[in-house]
């Protein structure tokens, strides 16, 4: 039976600018979406069933047809119904290694790893920007998934402008394994207590979600300044989740403590990180929350910034 093994990255925001509503309901977003080596695999293989059939390594997350990677296929089969009808359906089994509910883009990139990997299966031949279209439709971060790296992602997030590509940057990756917070919960509470700084006209908006391209965190990254990135990080969300969420703010706060170029939560959270200068320094960080918060409940990573997305394993 053909199969394809896929290597499917986490992702991080280094900047997070809700800047008013959208008609469909959305948020009207400018952010700077990064890659990070922390990943999932993902396997597929040709089955003779004419079915979608998931399994993962996970208890944390369903099989079903709620999940992400789920409707990714499924997606798939409604686009390609002839492609299906001759190569048939497609087994696909999870390798979590991605905190779960941890705003990293966890069921998103699996989901774009899916769109890939029954590309290749199905001998399609489609373009990443055929690729990112599908994906928009399946979710906001899905899209960036799909080539990864580092970007600037405006609207709701689906649009897409590359930017240089970041390397050499180590991180060190909180979040409490039994803490979620809910990204529409989160989105929802910035409208009620912001939403009248919301910019209105949509004019501005598109003026306002242009502007970043042009920003100093931007032009940080375009000079692969580690030190400036950090100092320019910035996340809207913070706003709300910290206040609601004590256990987030004293994973900020305890990363404060140590000599880091930058901390921030990452999209909606629970998940935290720190920029740090090199690999030793992040483990010696990573060693020291670990004995400042002896909680097991907390995991802690160490990973680091990468120019890719979504790649297929020999």
Not at 2 to 24: F, T, V, W
Not at 191 to 212: C, M, P, Q, W
Not at 292 to 301: A, G, K, S, T, V
Request: aromatic share 8%; net charge negative.
């Amino acid at each position: 039976m053909r199969s394809y093994h896929l290597i499917a990255p986490a992702k991080i925001n280094l900047y997070l600018e809700i800047i008013g509503d959208r008609h469909d309901g959305y948020h009207e977003l400018a952010m700077i979406l990064q890659s990070i080596e922390l990943a999932d695999q993902i396997d597929l293989e040709a089955n003779d069933v004419q079915s979608i059939r998931l399994r993962s390594d996970s208890k944390e997350i369903p099989v079903d047809k709620s999940n992400l990677a789920y409707r990714a296929a499924d997606l798939m089969i409604q686009e390609f119904p002839d492609s299906f009808a001759t190569y048939g359906g497609v087994d696909i089994t999870l390798h979590k290694r991605i905190p779960v509910a941890a705003g990293l883009a966890g069921g998103s990139t699996d989901a774009a790893a899916v769109l890939v990997g029954i590309d290749l299966l199905w001998k399609l031949g489609l373009t990443k920007s055929e690729l990112e279209e599908l994906a928009a439709q399946l979710g906001s971060d899905v899209p960036f998934c799909i080539g990864g790296g580092t970007a600037i992602a405006t609207r709701r997030g689906e649009i897409l402008s590359p930017l240089s590509g970041l390397r050499g940057i180590y991180i060190v990756l909180a979040k409490y394994r039994s803490l979620s917070v809910s990204t529409a919960w989160a989105y929802n509470t910035y409208r009620s207590e912001f939403g009248h700084t919301y910019i209105k006209d949509t004019e501005s908006l598109a003026a306002r979600g242009n502007a970043v391209h042009s920003g100093d965190i931007v032009q940080a990254i375009t000079r692969q300044d580690a030190k400036e990135i950090a100092q320019k990080m910035h996340n809207d969300l913070e706003k709300v989740v910290l206040p609601e969420y004590p256990q987030v703010l004293q994973l900020k706060e305890s990363f404060a403590k140590y000599d880091i170029l930058g901390t921030m939560m990452s999209g909606s959270g629970p998940s935290v990180f720190a920029l740090c200068e090199s690999q030793e320094k992040a483990e010696q960080v990573k060693f020291s929350m670990r004995e400042e918060i002896p909680d097991m409940d907390l995991e802690l990573f160490v990973t680091r910034l990468i120019t890719h997305g979504i790649q297929v394993v020999n």
